[in-house]
């Protein structure tokens, strides 16, 4: 069993920036697949990003060049830097961890709130 603990979201101005993180609990870290997912109000949950345990990484259109996912297996943790937010960018933000769709674990989400 991974627990996934997100922190950093918070409140944040139109163009500014937040640091979202992830840390697993437990496991081999390395081996999962990470993922950032987002769900705004009255929206689907959809994939932002996500980090194969390579180091490969794949983004949502609508934060390309604003996004970036990193890893550091050394620390079980996964980052989401967010960079040029935007309102639309408002939304609970999840981490999942995934191996060969065999295990999937979810956190609990951190809200990310663009407003001025």
């Known amino acids: 069993q991974v627990q996934l603990v997100e922190s950093g979201g918070g409140l944040v101005q139109p163009g500014g920036s937040l640091r979202l993180s992830c840390a697993a609990s437990?496991?081999?870290?390395?081996?999962?697949?990470m993922g950032w997912y987002r769900q705004a109000p009255g929206k689907q949950r959809e994939l932002v990003a996500a980090?194969?345990?390579?180091?490969?990484?794949n983004y949502a259109d609508s934060v390309k060049g604003r996004f970036t996912i990193s890893r550091d297996n050394a620390k079980n943790t996964v980052y989401l830097q967010m960079n040029s937010l935007k309102p639309e960018d408002t939304a609970v933000y999840y981490c999942?961890?995934?191996?060969?769709?065999?295990?999937?674990?979810w956190g609990q989400g951190t809200q990310a709130t663009v407003s001025s």
């Open positions: 999942n961890a995934n191996y060969r769709h065999l295990y999937d674990y």
């Open positions: 437990a496991g081999i870290f390395s081996i999962y697949t």
């Open positions: 980090i194969t345990s390579g180091g490969s990484t």
